[in-house]
């Protein structure tokens, strides 16, 4: 599915603002792999009025929750609109088996410019940052129990207007831990704990996460 209001703009050229004109809005299409958590989190980013004013965020989930190469070859072809700023792919890599065709996934997301923001061992790690700091490597089902016992929900959607408040504690919490594994040479899939939503919020956010970050 999709949503988000998109106002047409041609090429790629700055925007600006005309006198007495709203400026055109940046297109987003996010791809997500889960029906309920990953699309929650977005739709609570796109009901921020800062965010709203300047980000059009457009949902499409795979309707059967396909693996991360679908998700980056749905995006690959939804890139070539004119009207999409930015194309990103939600996914996770999961533990202890990880998803077929990770690593092309990831190589045809390179070769075509699609932004991707990969959780590690699952979405539910960025969940768990915005309330605590996890540095211990965990299996999918250990970090889904610790993120519904955190914010106490029984279902698989969650409530993400109480996660907004947090989500500046995540991006610091998720930065420091990707900068930890650069250091310690750990790349993907031994990047657990991770995820690249803090590089998602930046996109969304711009320059007062960046800042958040850097005082942290």
Known sequence: MSGGLRRRRTGGKPLRRA????????TIVVFCEGIRSEPDYVLGLKRLPEIAENTALNIEIHPEQGAPITLVEMAVARKSDPEVDECWCLFDVEWPLNHPSLDAAVALAKANDIHLAISNP???VWL???HEDQFRFENTDVIERRSRIL????????DAA??????KEAFRR???LEKRHAKDGRKLPHDNP???MHRFLAAVEGESVHRTVDRG
């Open 19 to 26: 006198p007495g004109r709203r400026p055109e809005l940046r």
């Open 128 to 130: 768990i940052l915005h």
């Open 162 to 167: 109480a996660y907004m408040p947090l989500r």
């Open 151 to 158: 914010d106490r929900r029984k279902g698989k959607g969650i």
């Open 122 to 124: 699952c979405f539910e």
């Open 194 to 196: 991770s995820s690249g």
């Open 174 to 176: 998720a930065a420091a």
